[in-house]
Antibody
Framework: EVQLVQSGAEVKKPGESLKISCKGSGYSFTRYWIAWVRQMPGKGLEWMGIIYPGDSDTRYSPSFQGQVTISADKSINTAYLQWSSLKASDTAMYYC?????????????WGQGTLVTVSS | EIVMTQSPATLSVSPGERATLSCRASQSVSSNLAWFQQKPGQAPRLLIYGASTRATGIPARFSGSGSGTEFTLTISSLQSEDFAVYYCQQYNSWPRTFGQGTKVEVK
């Protein structure tokens, strides 16, 4: 069974750093892209970026380029999303999801989400 | 960036009735279009990919159609568990983009 298990909720202050995780199991982790998706409170879904754990090839949506860093450790089947200096506007639910498919890739399995709250 | 526009924003439907949700792309995305369902407090769930292929385990009452710039998600007979928010998403061009969602509520 494919599973993506994300790290727990975080409460941080503005200016702090943070790294959240997404651990894959039940499939070959290095052979599928992982995406990160943001959902701000009461809002829709926003595509942040993707990583290919096999070689750490990473691509960012322009809106998130330079704002976050996506990484992966294939030895432990885990992808990460990190901030060096959080802002209140980073308060959101963050989901990881696997990109399945053959010639074109869609989000077929999702993690449960990690709620990040940034408040002074 | 391709803009995905969903309509209506809210759809009020009685259980057992048919629901038709629309998604329009600002430029062609071929058939690289997915639909997701999200219930309160839950992660999104893949319903449809390739514009019309149901994902594993998705009931036959969900169907998708369209190509290019115009897409439709139809729920043939709404069940209580289908009241949720539905998102379309294109995966034809970078950056990938989602529609703003359609909330299907009980009439």
């Amino acid at each position: 069974e494919v599973q993506l298990v994300q790290s727990g909720a975080e409460v941080k202050k503005p200016g702090e750093s943070l790294k959240i995780s997404c651990k894959g199991s039940g499939y070959s982790f290095t052979r599928y892209w992982i995406a990160w998706v943001r959902q701000m409170p009461g809002k829709g879904l926003e595509w942040m970026g993707i990583i290919y754990p096999g070689d750490s090839d990473t691509r960012y949506s322009p809106s998130f380029q330079g704002q976050v860093t996506i990484s992966a450790d294939k030895s432990i089947n885990t992808a990460y999303l990190q901030w060096s200096s959080l802002k209140a506007s980073d308060t959101a639910m963050y989901y990881c999801a696997r990109l399945g498919g053959s010639s074109a890739y869609y989000l077929d399995y999702w993690g449960q989400g990690t709620l990040v709250t940034v408040s002074s | 960036e391709i803009v995905m526009t969903q309509s209506p924003a809210t759809l009020s439907v009685s259980p057992g009735e048919r629901a038709t949700l629309s998604c329009r792309a600002s430029q062609s995305v071929s058939s690289n279009l997915a639909w997701f369902q999200q219930k309160p407090g839950q992660a999104p769930r893949l319903l449809i990919y390739g514009a019309s292929t149901r994902a594993t385990g998705i009931p036959a009452r969900f169907s998708g159609s369209g190509s290019g710039t115009e897409f439709t998600l139809t729920i043939s007979s709404l069940q209580s568990e289908d009241f949720a928010v539905y998102y379309c998403q294109q995966y034809n061009s970078w950056p990938r983009t989602f529609g703003q969602g359609t909330k299907v509520e009980v009439k």
